[in-house]
């Protein structure tokens, strides 16, 4: 029987030694730690954290520990989120081998890509790009044609993959292929991990209205790729890729809670920005009430996931609740974030929020950036599709 009373005075002492005071900030865009050669820290005290999270194994800290992750059990994990949410500490990695493909890997990979792969994953040494949509599939995945022959020895791959986030930057790609053309749709795809410094592998930048670019179109041309580098069996993909999604539409629906404007942070936010009486509740009636059902739906939707928690511990998980995390999530959001301008009021007209904390600054542009939540990772409409048919049942 784990002590988890001492687990947790442990981790919180760990936490304040280790996880110096900037690390404990909102983190803005340019701070975040991503993966890879090209990996960056934005200060010694950025490089210091990192580090400490990446030798315990608590980049990935419920991965077993045997492959490097902190073989942490699922109390001993939320006692670690809890307490990193207490001292308000970043996230210490970004990258989508830790958020989808490390998972998807542990459940379908050969003991030898485990063996390759998650370490590195683990220890931030690889920067992995996704590569699903193409320009005739995006909600409609399954109509994907970039093709995977096989080659004896090899196979050879032949196409293009669209809005690919920071492929510019990735070391690596997990990606859908066809590796059938005659067989029903889902049935011909395989999944394969591609070295994007292989020969025939090329990016280029999508600008966008911001004039930033975040996505890439990757094109594949003659592109050799190890055999063993083929996750599941060949033209089962599909299986592997069901599995990665739901851990990108859990990482979606949770994206509110990672935004650091927490529940009493957009409560001072209003008393800051609007008129208070004196016994400090807000003036404007209507903008307590949006406030109040904001922190309510929130909180369902943190009851949901620890109802989710519950049954993945009892491993009797009711499929359905998944399928509207990502929804409900990612809507709440954006409701959060019409919210907080309306707090702004007259300054949240400028980009460049004119404040004096860190937090307010990011407010503009994460009302900008959260729009694509609902596209991303299958779109609102393809979820409300999936529950209506898969959870509720509805004739299609
Ligand atoms: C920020 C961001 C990052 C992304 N990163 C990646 C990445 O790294 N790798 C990657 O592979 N992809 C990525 N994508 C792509 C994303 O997966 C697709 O945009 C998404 O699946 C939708 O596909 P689409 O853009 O082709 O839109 P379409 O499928 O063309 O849809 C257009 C519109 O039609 C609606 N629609 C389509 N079919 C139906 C239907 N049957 N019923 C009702 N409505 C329907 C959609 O909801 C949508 O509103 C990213 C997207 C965003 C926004």
Redesign the pocket.
Known sequence: MQDYDQFRAQTRAWLETNCPPSQRQPVLEEEQIWAGKSQHFHNDEARQYFEAMRDKGWTAPDWPAEYGGGGLDASQTKILEQEMARLNCRPPLYDMGIWMLGPALLAYGSEEQKREHIPRIVRGEVRW?????EPGA???LASLKTKCEDCGDHFLVNGT?I???KADHADWIFCLVRTDPTAAKQAGISFLLIDMHSGGVSTAPIKLISGASV?CQTFFDNVKVPKNQLVGELNQGWAVAKELLKHERKLMSSMSSMVQDDQEGIVELAKKHTPTAPDGKLVDGALRRDITRHLMNQRAQELLNERLYHQAKARAIDPRLGMTIKHIGTAELQRKDELLLEILGNRGLSWETPSTTDNEHTIVKNWAYDK?HT?????S??QL?IIAKRALGLPA
């Open positions: 790009a996704q590569g699903y949509s995006g909600s409609d993959k809005w690919t986030t996505f694509a596209i991303a990772g299958g779109t409409e393809i599709n």
